[in-house]
């Protein structure tokens, strides 16, 4: 008789196992869905325009990748390495510095460039307000500069290789060229400055103005146009050379599989269904592959610099 009661004991049992399976609790459930992925994204503008079209555009990453995105806002350029250093993110939106800097101290690898403006480089420009009548760099000597942050590419690190190279700056200090240097935080805060002349000159990428001097579209209220009358009162005394666009980096563990989709979902979108989105977030058209070789003049202005990106 026991062979009989073991085969009707083990029939008991499998069918309590599928019992609780189909009737577990709410939480084994939840136990089973797949990480978020966590995306930091650089201030290079208001934070709060930027929360908004970031929340957007992981929702839609979320959809292409299959696997929840969550994004956050750094409070500044370096908070971006600090998060992949530390291990609290798994992907960050960076400029060109911040790749560079992600990549030596935390090992971040590049998944895709951004496309801006049909373009994958941009250079950066000292701009100056038409009424100071600043028509040379030298002219800008003894005066005020309105820099974005000490890690930003066009706001700070490229214009400083450019004034060190021209030997207009000494021991890498801005304070041996200008009176007064202001880190303004932010692109569009330091245009700000610029407009309201509380300082003579500032530093930001080629198109900044038509980026952020914006106001609401004489055919669409609801949209934002160029402040044609703002850019005609800025104009630029130097220019630096292009400088390679970044995009998206993944920390160094981060699963191949995942980055590949990653990789497949900032493809697709390229599609002119997701072009608003990308206009709303960064201003760019979309994405490209990206190799390690291609930021080494970033390497070659961080070095030049001695720029550590650390705190």
């Known amino acids: 008789m026991r062979p009989a009661r073991s085969r009707v004991m083990r029939v008991a049992i499998a069918f309590l196992l599928t019992v609780i399976v189909l009737w577990s609790p709410p939480w084994r459930t ?3 869905q797949p990480t978020p992925l966590r995306l930091v994204l650089t201030p290079s503008q208001s934070p709060t325009s930027l929360q908004e079209s970031g929340e957007e555009f992981a929702r839609v990453l979320t959809q292409l990748v299959g696997t929840p995105v969550k994004v956050y806002i750094a409070s500044d350029y370096a908070g971006v390495i600090e998060a992949l250093r530390s291990q609290n993110v798994d992907l960050a939106f960076v400029h060109p ?19 801006w403006h049909g373009k994958t480089s941009f250079t950066a420009r000292l701009w100056v307000h038409q ?3 600043i028509q040379s760099l030298e ?3 003894g005066r005020t500069i309105a820099f974005v942050d000490p890690a930003s590419s066009s706001g700070y690190i490229y214009p400083m290789d450019m004034l060190i190279k021209r030997g207009m700056i000494k ?6 060229f200008f009176k007064e240097v202001l880190f303004a935080g932010s692109h569009d805060a330091a245009l700000l400055a610029l407009l309201s ?7 930001s990428f080629d198109t900044a103005p038509q980026q952020y001097l914006k106001v609401p579209c004489h055919a669409d209220a609801t949209k934002q146009c160029p402040d044609e009358a703002r850019i005609r009162q800025l104009s630029y005394v130097a220019e630096t050379e292009p400088i390679p666009e970044a995009g ?5 563990d981060l699963d191949p599989v995942v980055a590949r989709k990653v ?7 390229n599609a002119p269904a997701y072009r608003p989105l990308l206009a709303m977030l960064y201003d760019i058209d979309g994405f490209a592959p990206a190799a390690y070789a291609e930021y080494n003049s970033v390497r070659d202005a961080v070095d030049l610099i001695g720029f550590t990106g650390r705190k």
């Open 97 to 115: 510095v911040g790749y560079v800097l992600a990549s030596r101290e935390a090992g971040c690898r590049i998944i895709a460039k951004d496309i």
């Open 139 to 141: 002219e800008l000597r």
């Open 171 to 176: 021991n890498r200090d801005p304070k041996t």
């Open 263 to 269: 990789f497949e979902a900032l493809m697709a979108l």
């Open 131 to 133: 009424e100071s009548h």
């Open 197 to 203: 002349r509380n300082v003579d000159a500032t530093a």
């Open 30 to 32: 939840l136990a089973l």
């Open 248 to 252: 998206i980096c993944g920390r160094a």
